[in-house]
């Protein structure tokens, strides 16, 4: 599914008369959720996941062309761990 097709599912569930509505209930969504992520937040949301910022350490990796080793730098990362009801409900 699409960010247009999302937006179009969240107009006929929510009842709502325009796409122009739709999509700014979708953006209002991804906003809040980067907004608290790159404050450091956890956003829970019951049922469906967590999304949540982790730290990934130095490594070294290997450039698959040449075989050369190659030094990758620490980062931070947005992660999501999916709820028990969405397991539940793709399995």
Same mark, same amino acid.
Request: glycine share 4%.
């Given at each position: #599914? /699409? $960010?247009? %097709? +999302?937006? %179009? *599912?969240? #107009?006929?569930?929510?009842? +709502?008369?325009? /796409?122009?509505?739709a %999509?700014?209930?979708v953006e209002a969504v991804f906003d809040?959720?980067? /907004?608290? +992520?790159s404050r450091g937040e956890e956003v829970a949301v019951s049922g469906f996941?967590?999304? $949540?910022?982790t730290r990934r350490a130095a490594r070294t990796g290997i450039n698959p062309r040449t075989g050369e080793k190659v030094q990758i *730098? *620490?980062?931070t990362v947005p992660k999501f761990s999916a709820?028990?009801?969405l397991k539940e409900a793709v399995a």
């Open positions: #599914m /699409k $960010k247009a %097709e +999302l937006v %179009e *599912a969240v #107009m006929s569930a929510a009842s +709502l008369d325009t /796409k122009r509505q %999509e700014s209930a809040s959720i980067t /907004k608290s +992520l996941g967590t999304f $949540k910022v *730098a *620490a980062k709820g028990k009801a």
